[in-house]
């Protein structure tokens, strides 16, 4: 077996191994495009909509743990700080509805968390 | 000492609280004070809280009702108080600031304090309530002084602390709701509905949360409980509120109230929201930012520092840091599970407030939309940012300092350390909120402020106004600009600054004055004297107030543009300086026409027009004193039996197409659309299902169906250039084109099928609008060529169809032609007879009147026949006051980029209006054109809408200039890229002066009943009820009754205001609205009686503060009692 093919069988097996998530995020990320296609449905489906729905989405599916989420809200954090002084509003913004998505997670894992402990 | 402090610390932080309260003592120096705008504030606090206690205002114009207001009662009982008992209106009002920023800051404190009692929580505490104090949502809020929102946050934290408390059982119920009710008496947020929004949402969070916690616990009979604290609530709250939720339901369920809830339509209320929200991105929101005026105000003081120094952005992150910090850590914090539940309580509050504070902004905008358009009586929260802001504010600014104050007990081991980071974030704080402490904030517009030092002439003038009768009505002059008033030494206000010192009726032209105020100003402005004390007499008009101190809200215009005003006014015979008090003077004015307030009325003259004619009908009355002007819509759904008392009928013609917009043969220029599904899509026929249900919808309904059918014709229009640009072409391609045509040419028929099914008047106004359309949509085709490279004989056919169409249009349409001289109406005549003609002269004596085609030599007596009549009116050839040869010998302009030819309007006189026209072509670039208006030396510039087709168009628009401009030009300038070039030709230049003459025809007729009225004397017991005693009377007659007409105003036959609570009013049927805007009732009682006129209303307002006042009482019995009780 040479380096090529092993390679080759390395990647296929990556796949066959998340085969799921990837057929997943592929469709979670066409249906969300699609649908802000068709006309008046994409009045209120709208591609940014839909993106924001599918990164939440893939969150739900993959479910990193909320503490890397939190700092990964605090690194975009910067970044929309970034674009926020380089004059780039639309862009900060359009980050900071991610920040938002990550804040409410935050929230639902302490709410999950302190129900949880109430029960047992 | 160390002990002292140890034992009261909490007194040593409540003292720190009001330390900081005394704030607003560096905002006013020198005698300034807060006024205008949209402060509330009245000279007199004291007097307004008397005139509030009515529902009547008798000081906006000819009376307004106010009833909506009754919550102020207690918000701006504070400012009474204080500027009461120091006697100064500048030191009261700063106590009243204090006092309001104390509040706010204590509400939180008692909040905080009640979960967090310990000595350590003390940062909490403090931090807590002095960033409730100090943020910029109450900023913006302090330059008006926004007491309505100070209220709201004060009863905030306090609302939820107590419901939340009752439901843990750590209150019980009556306490509970003790406690709750007497906060929403204290703290009403002004009665104003729409900023319950934030307390609904929140009290409604805490409901649904501990319910379902308790239910956790407790299982489900926690439901019981709920339901019997919250219903119990809701009767303390409704109970101790009654004097102001009793007149608003009133009002909300007889149609009182409805114009507020609906101004302008849904599509309006989004279209407001969604300014509102513009900013309201969730970034900004969590930076505690998105102030609307932050980003649309160019003046505003301070908001640039925020938006654009690094640092400051920077620092707006920390909040942001600090609860993404607080979240990571939550559980390291340890909290116990008591606190944890009111943690989370403020989570919901922090999610819920972001996305409603987030109002329409994206990306949940389209929710909150959908909220406006489909929940009942939603649409009252069209402002989201302000109206839900509070709740934001309340439980970020709670969550902040909570995770902070645990982040500096951990982080901070030693004491010393702690109480150096502690007063940091103290000074931080304040340092961050610096605009608080320069007041600099109420100068909202420079000049204009909220914050001023009101001259001394104006309080002299208000003193000797003050001492004046009752019943005088003050016209202010010069009138107002944009409804509103505004002064040279910063004073703006949309409600005049004379109201603000009196409750005399002032007559200005501010929002929703009637008609008459109109016709009054015009009258004055035309130097007409005697129909000017025929209307200001009628009024009953004695004085006029001029301010020569008056700037615009331009900042450009002031009182001596109107000189001309001024100088009409003082040369009229009946009108006497009475008093001058610096800038201001009052004038008298003695009509010979005067009437009281209430009057007899001895001739009605029944006008079936709109009210825009009355000072023309007025000034041909014999006996202008005791006649009223019925118009027509005044007898809609009323006893007609009044008509039997008419001694005239008036009818006015309706000029065509003479108001702002004009009709020509060849006018077009409409956008066509741009169109992204084609008829080749396969989701086109998604879009033709909309449209054929909307055609059906409005199959029944002719005006409405040719709009439809008119804007789907663009859109086929569109459609075919759409297709024609396809990069393959196809047979598919063509057959879809010639359908296309043939779809259009489907519309069109059907639109003039549906303009035949209409009455004359209205079929005319159709084909005028059909005509449009297709001029537009001819010359749009027209310079697509590459349509024609498909289906060439379809689209010749086609082009046939339209030519032949507009055509037909042309010799069928009566309208307007300004260019010709003629000005053409209809009169609609319900009955036929004997008529005579009145068409007012303006300064153009020469003039042709015709009906019906046929020249008028007489205008009395003429016979007429019932149905419509074609009116024309010509004038002899005005003088072009364009001179085009300045600029080229064959009259046709023809301008290439970079050069601008600019034609002056000769002779120009800005009392007149001119009617401007030209032909033309734009073959390169974009155009531009515009009227360019000089006032006071410098240019306002109109843009004119030009359509870029390159094929010959023609534009046509009415000018009425300013009062004070000086002159006008029409100025052609191409614009686009040097390299492609711009080109324009512009030919057939003209512009004239027209005139408008109004016409009318009147026909005296014999009343059936004959109308006497009896002597009468009147006394007014307070603003809101009079008794009118009446002496013999011997036939009906009309009661005429001054005030603005209201169905509020209800008259009965009665001795004293006890009987009007067991009798029934004059049936609704004949309480008539006269002269456009008073009441007038129509009595038949023969003999000697007595009139209680009263505004009903009142009364309502009188049962709730029946029912506010018990439970205030025994509210207060209770809490005395538990006190008492060892």
Known sequence: ?120 | MIEFIKKHSKLFEIILIFFLSLTPLLWLKGGQIILGHDSGFRLDPTAHLINLFYSWDPSSNFGADWFWFKGFLVTQAPEAFFITITKSFAFGQQLTFIFWFFCIGISMYVFINAFFKEKGHWFFRVFGSLFYMYNFFLLQAWFIVERAKFSLFCALPLGVLFIYKTLTKEYSVLKGVILFSLTSFLFNAGGNTTLYGVLVLAYGITFVYLTAVNIGKRKYGEIVYSFKVGILFAIGFLAINSYWVLPQLYSLFNGYGSNLLSVGGINSIIEWESVITKNASFINLLRLQGMPDWYDNNLHTYAYLFVRNPFLIAFSFIPLLILFFGFLYHKKLSLDKRRNKLIILILLFFLFGLFFTAGSHPPFGVIYIFLIKHVPGFAIFRSAFYKFGGALWFSYIFLISFYLSLFLLKVAKRKKMYIFLAISSFYFLLAYHFPFFNGNFFIWNEPFTTRITVPSYVNEMAGYINKMPVDTRILLLPEFDNQADSYQWGFWSLDSLPRLFTNKSIIANSANSPEIIASIYYLISQNEENTFLRLAGSSGITKVLWRDDVLYSDKIRTSKNFGQVKKNLENFNSVKLEKKFGAWSLYKVESPYYTSIFHGINSITYAQSDSSKLKSIFSQEENPKNTAILFDESVKDKDKKILLSSGKNVIGADCVACGSETFSQTKGGLLMPEIKILPTSPFYYLSSLREQQVQNLHKNNPSLRIDADLGYSNKRIAEMRGIANAKVKTDNEIFFLKQTIEKYQILIKDALEQASLLPEDKRNEAFMKISIYLNSQFGYLGMQNNLYDYALEDFESLSIFMQETINNLGNKIWATNFTENKIRYFLNLDKAGIYDIHVTTGNVQSQTVSINGENLTEFKNLILDKGIHKVEIAYPIIENLIDVSQATESGELRMQFGERVRLPIKSFNPKEKYFANFDYKISQGRSNASIIEIIKDKPHTWNLLLSQNNIWNSFSAILEPNQDTKSVNLEFYPTGFETTGATIQVKNIKVISIYVPEVFVSKNVVPSIATKFPKMSFSRLNPTMYKVSIENSTSPFVLAFGESYNKGWRAYIAENFFQTLFLKPIPETQHYTLNGYSNGWLIDKKGSYSIVVEYFPQKIFYAGLIVSGTSLFIVVLILAKRRVRP
């Not at chain 1, 890397?68 to 900071?96: D, H, K, N, R, S």
């Open chain 1, 1 to 120: 077996m040479n380096e090529i093919d092993r390679i080759t069988l390395k990647v296929k097996n990556l796949f066959i191994k998340h085969q799921p998530f990837i057929l997943f995020s592929i469709i979670a990320l066409s249906i969300p495009v699609l649908l802000s296609y068709i006309p008046y449905v994409n009045l209120v489906y709208t591609l940014d909509n839909g993106m924001l729905i599918y990164l939440f989405m893939v969150l739900i599916f993959i479910r990193p743990s909320t503490k890397f989420l939190l700092i990964l809200g605090i690194a975009l954090l910067f970044l929309t700080l970034i674009f926020l002084l380089l004059g780039l509003a639309i862009l900060a913004e359009q980050v900071g509805n991610i920040v938002f998505f990550l804040l409410a997670i935050g929230v639902f894992s302490i709410i999950s968390a302190h129900f949880s402990e109430t029960k047992s």
